[in-house]
């Protein structure tokens, strides 16, 4: 199985790169993020708990992300491997991400990080919410939270992959085939 972590801070580019890695691989793609907005576009409780912090770019909590991942890993059983984007935030998430896929009899491949600076993704998330109409795309200062938020609890998710020599780290700033064409370099060798 193929079963890579796409990483990188809001903004970095995951989702654009998860849409080609998909099709090249047949992957299955789990975006925490998406799974959240459905559950609030069919208006679910965990729709409703989840937009207030979603909405101030805050990071929900642990427990809901995880089950929700687990969940998913459960209806897929048949996957060639799975895109886990905007998956593990924590590192609480990613001992649990390797609990869940051990008692599966797989593993995570490895770790690629999208690398941008933060003037960078300040610029493309505003634009990217004049497009998408995200609340938490439109305004600076949620931006700057989900920022902060990144750098203090989900960064440190690249150290837990770094000790397990799977963590490999790619310049997000160029065209997007060209980061593909990294990025398919370096699962190459996984
Ligand atoms: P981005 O990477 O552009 O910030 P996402 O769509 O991945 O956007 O996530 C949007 C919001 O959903 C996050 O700011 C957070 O509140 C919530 N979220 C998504 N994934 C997780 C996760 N794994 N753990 C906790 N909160 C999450």
Not at 23 to 47: C, F, P
Not at 80 to 100: C, H, M, N, S, Y
Not at 117 to 135: I, V
Request: charge should be negative; hydrophobic fraction near 40%; proline fraction near 4%.
């Amino acid at each position: 199985m193929l079963n890579l972590v796409l990483f990188g801070p809001p903004g970095a580019g995951k989702g654009t790169q998860s849409q080609k890695l998909i099709e090249k691989y047949q992957l299955v793609h789990l975006s925490t993020g998406d799974i959240l907005r459905n559950e609030i576009a069919n208006g679910t409780e965990l729709g409703l708990e989840a937009k207030k912090l979603m909405d101030q770019g805050i990071l929900v909590p642990d427990h809901v992300v995880i089950g929700m991942i687990s969940n998913k890993l459960d209806s897929n059983k048949d996957a060639k491997g799975f895109i886990f984007d905007g998956f593990p935030r924590t590192v609480a998430q990613a001992e649990a991400l390797d609990a869940l896929l051990a008692s599966k009899n797989t593993a995570i491949s490895g770790m690629v990080a999208l690398e941008v600076d933060d003037d960078e993704l300040q610029k493309r998330l505003l634009l990217r919410g004049k497009d998408s109409g995200r609340p938490d795309d439109a305004n600076p200062e949620i931006i700057r939270r989900r920022i902060d938020e990144y750098n203090s609890k989900t960064a440190p998710v690249a150290s837990f992959y770094k000790e397990q020599g799977k963590y490999h780290s790619i310049n997000g700033i160029g065209s997007i085939d060209a980061i593909f064409a990294e990025i398919t370099k370096v699962i190459g060798n996984f």
